[in-house]
Nanobody, 115 residues
């Protein structure tokens, strides 16, 4: 059974930082591309950052220079370091694991940035 469990969300002030973690189980983690998505109230889910099995990264324009995605294959965990947070970063953040036709999602973790 595949599980993706996010943690690290919470309430932070404008300009603050948070580090999200997503621990995977039930998959060969190192072979999957991993991504962080977010969904704000009334908006569609959007890609925030992704990292391939080889370590190549991709970021949404809105978070470039502020967020960093990384992975630790020894711990089957992907991270999202979020700095200089803004109120518009407020959303539920979801972890995703994808390979070929396989696509798995975590349950989400709330990030709220207060001004």
């Amino acid at each position: 059974q595949v599980q993706l469990v996010e943690s690290g969300g919470g309430l932070v002030q404008l300009g603050g930082s948070l580090r999200l973690s997503c621990a995977a189980s039930g998959v060969i983690f190192s072979s999957y591309a991993m991504g962080w998505y977010r969904q704000a109230p009334g908006k569609q889910r959007e890609l925030v950052a992704s990292i391939t099995s080889g370590g190549s990264t991709n970021y949404a324009d809105s978070v470039k220079g502020r967020f960093t995605i990384s992975r630790d294959n020894a711990k089957d965990t992907v991270y999202l370091q979020m700095n200089s947070l803004k109120p518009e970063d407020t959303a539920v953040y979801y972890c995703n694991a994808a390979k070929a036709w396989y696509d798995y999602w975590g349950q989400g973790t709330q990030v709220t940035v207060s001004s």
